[in-house]
Structures are given as C-alpha cells and as structure tokens.
C-alpha cells in the first residue's frame, strides 16, 4: 500500500487516498490480514471438533457460496464508496440503520483484537520455551493446562503481544509490516507442507487424514453449519468492516473477481494444511483420543509439540513453527488493531496517538479478562462459556452474522445490486453475475437467519456447541 492511510477516511480525502501498489499488492495485502492464528490455531480445533471431513466440506461449501458473495459486496462498496465501514454505509443515508449497520461491522475487529492477543502470548511463551530447548517438557500432557492456569504467567505474555501490536501502531510502520509478510508467507507455506508431510506419515495417522478429509455425515449437526459459517468470517475477515476498508484503497483496475478467488484459495490452501499438520498428530500420537478430538481452543498447543518432541530436530523445528505462527499472528493483529485506529479516528475526531492509546486500553481491559479466564478468573462463565470463548462467540456467532446481515441489505435493498454488480465489472468479467445475485438475495440471507438462530438456541442451551 502507499501512502497514508490514516487520512484515509477523511473528509476531503479523495484524491489523497491512499492505493494499493497494483494487482499483486491487493491480493498480497489481504492475504496477509486473512491468513492468521484463524487459519493455523482455529480452522484445525473447529474441524477436529465438528466432524471432520463433513466440516471442511461445509466449510469449503459456505465459502465458495456465501463468503464469495460477500467478499465481492463487501470490497466492491468500499471501492465505490472510498470509505471504511461506517462513512460506508453513511454514503447511503444517515439515518439509525445505517449508523448501525457501519458501526457493528467496525466495532467486531475491536472485539477480536484483544483475545486474539491472548492466543498471540501463547504463541510466544511456546516459542520461547522451544528456545530454551525445553521441546520435551512442552509436549507433556498437562503442560498446556498448568500454562493457562498459572496466575499472572499468562498476563505478562499477553501484554508482550499486545505491546509489540501497540508499538507497531504507534511507529506506524506498516510498509516494514508487509515486508515481513511476504517474506514469512512462503517461508510459513514451506514448513507447513514439511511438518504435515512429517505428521501424516507418522504410525497412525493415516486414520487421522481420513477423518479430516473424507466426509462423514454420521458426524454432522448443526453445529457443523454454524461453526464452519463462524469460521468462514473469521478466517477471510469478512464482516468485519475489514474489507470496506481495503476495498477503498483498491484502484479501479483490479480485478475483484479474481483477486477475491485468489485469496480464498490462498486462505483455503493454509488452512488445510494446518488441519493436515494437526489432526493426523491427534491420531497418531493421542491414538485418536475422542477428549483430544474436542480439546478446543488448546488443540494446536496439545498436539503440535508432541510431534517436535518425536522429531530428530524437534527444537529447530518448534523455533521455527512458533516464529512463523507469530509473524502471522501478529500481521494479522496489527491489521485488526489498526482498522480499530482509523475508526476511532475518523469517528471520533481524535488523532493518530490518542486514537492508538485508546484501541491499546481496550486491548488490555477485555485481553486481560480473557487472558486470565483460565486461572485467577475461572470461575466467571458468560453463559457457561471461560471469557475467551465467550468473546469468541459473542464476535463470530452472533456479531458477524448480523454485520454481514447489514452489508446484505445494503446491497440488496439500499445500493441495489446492480450498482455493485457495475462496480465489480468495471474491471472484471463477472463470470458468476447470476450466481452472485442468487447468493446476495436468498443463500446468504437464509444462511444468516440459521446462524443467528442457533447461536441464540445455543444461548438458551436449546441446542449444544
Ligand atoms: N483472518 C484472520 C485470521 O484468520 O487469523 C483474523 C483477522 C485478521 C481478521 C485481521 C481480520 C483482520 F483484519
């Protein structure tokens, strides 16, 4: 990207806006803000969790339909708009839904920032345990729990992460940021392909590959539905305001169609790979243990160092695996943070440092609540949830499905589908128009209302997660 994307929603910014370099920026770009702890951390735990193949059937499903329509609405409008998510929906009129249409979108990345930064303090706690060579105490059963419960432990490596986030924003270095990116994607894609490739030939495994991979629909239920749809958001940073955002700085001549394949693929091909990294581990070396199968958010945590600690090189490997999962992390984080900065910035009138001292107090209020969720704090449940997956939820399950609700109506009721589909093929073919309006007017919207619905059923313990 060039230029200077504070200013960028502004009022006179127009001709200042800031572009992304060209086609290959944009894609770039975006990738580096979907791949994150969502597709190494999260996508593997769902899918272990929910069914296995008839998950990532779901899930690929879900993302070629509805999270294809999407991405395309969401960029297009920022593109013909020039604005992020709330001067976005304002463009179209000023009154309550539209505010709140904006709003919700660009209050989730604030949400997700600071328990993301939780996980991120995992990350880096792992890595530096593997730089002291304790690669086989990290792959003792209970290691994980007696980390996450340990006091304050774990608040200090979460406000690690977040102060790294909080420096970068205030140095405002996001050109260093995207080297880092590029350099570290095909460097993170390498060694993902050498450690599934190392898991799945393990004694064992084999069972574990087919469970990830073959659908199975005795393992399907609802569930299945709603968290690969969580899942699908959080991983392409769709309703999330995110890509408005983008969108706005994408010059005229690139092309969304092609550029949105692009990034699915690219986002669909890591997680993949994670889940290939992960779920044969859980077979080969917890023989499949159904516990495992379902141990959540700790997952990664659990399996991964019991595979370095049975490596020959395990702790160059652990070096490397939790170096690369925290540059991804922490592209990610940033890019989160960030879209929090110029919201407040742009709403509330305030500059850059103010704006960035407000996102890091938010960051260590909520992060701190989750951080501590596990130990000092674990005897607060929201509605039978630790703090952390409550956040998780409130974002995913119920937040999301009602920003990307709004974005459908704006599309579909107030813009119109046709200014969008023009938007979209004043650079591109437009090859799936028809499918297109199909999923904006009836998959999408039909898809929200059973997300919406059983998250709400879930909260009355109608139906169980
Ligand atoms: N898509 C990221 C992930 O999968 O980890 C999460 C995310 C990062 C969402 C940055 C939004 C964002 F701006």
Known sequence: MTGDKSSATSQHMDKRRSTFSG?????????????????????????????????????????????Y?????????????????????????????????????????????????????????????????????????????GFISDGFGVEL?????????????FAGVKHGVERVSKVMMPLLVILAVFVAGYSMT????????????????????????????????????????????YGSYMKKDVDIEKSTTQVEIFDTAIAMLAGLMIIPAVFAFSGGDPDTLQAGPSLMFITIPKVFASMGFGTGAGIMFFLLVLLAALTSAISLAESGVSTFEDQLGIGRHKATILMGVIMILFGSASALGFGVLDFVSVLGMSILDFFDFLTNSLMMPIAALATCLLVTHVAGLNRVIEEVEQSSEFKRKKLYCFFMKYLAP???VIILLSSIANVFGWITM
């Open 23 to 67: 086609k290959l920026g944009y894609v770039l770009a975006v990738a580096g803000s979907a791949v994150g702890l969502g597709n190494i951390w999260r996508f593997p735990y769902l899918a272990a969790k929910y069914g296995g193949g008839i998950f990532l059937l779901t899930y690929l499903i879900l993302m070629l339909t509805f999270g």
């Open 69 to 145: 329509a999407l991405i395309v609405s969401e960029t297009a409008l920022g593109r013909m708009t020039k604005r992020s998510p709330v001067g976005a929906f304002q463009t179209f009129g000023k009154k309550m839904p539209f505010k709140f249409g904006g709003w919700v979108n660009a209050v989730i990345p604030m949400l997700i920032v600071p328990y993301y930064s939780v996980i991120g303090g995992w990350v880096i706690k792992y890595l530096s345990e593997y730089l002291r060579g304790n690669t086989q105490i990290l792959a003792r059963d209970d290691y994980f729990t």
């Open 157 to 169: 490596w979460f406000l690690a992460f977040s102060l790294i986030v909080v420096v970068v924003l």
């Open 202 to 245: 393990r004694p064992g495994a084999l069972e574990g590959v087919k469970y990830f991979l073959i659908p199975n629909f005795e393992n399907f239920s609802w569930m299945t539905v709603v968290a690969a749809m969580g899942q699908m958001f959080y991983s392409l940073s769709i309703a999330m305001g995110i890509l408005y955002t």
């Open 446 to 448: 039909i898809c929200i």
